[in-house]
């Protein structure tokens, strides 16, 4: 969870300095590192939850 935290925060970053310098030769780079780690924690984030609500609801006869 504290890595899909640090990725809420870097993704957004990431997107803002790819998007304000179009013209710059780093633009694309940054934009696909960006996107990436955004998708990274939207993917962590879901394994975080989806961990905390198995361990949460999980069933003691199985």
Do not use: D, Q, R
């Not at 969870?1 to 633009?27: C, D, Q, R, T, V």
């Not at 996107?35 to 199985?62: Q, R």
Request: proline share 5%; net charge positive.
């Amino acid at each position: 969870m504290i890595l899909a935290l640090l990725s809420l925060f870097l993704g957004p970053i990431f997107l803002h300095l790819a998007l304000s310098n179009k013209e710059k030769p780093l633009y694309f780079p940054l934009l696909i590192v960006g996107c990436l780690i955004c998708i990274a924690a939207i993917i962590l984030m879901f394994k975080g939850i989806n961990t905390i609500m198995n361990s949460i609801f999980k069933n003691k006869n199985s």
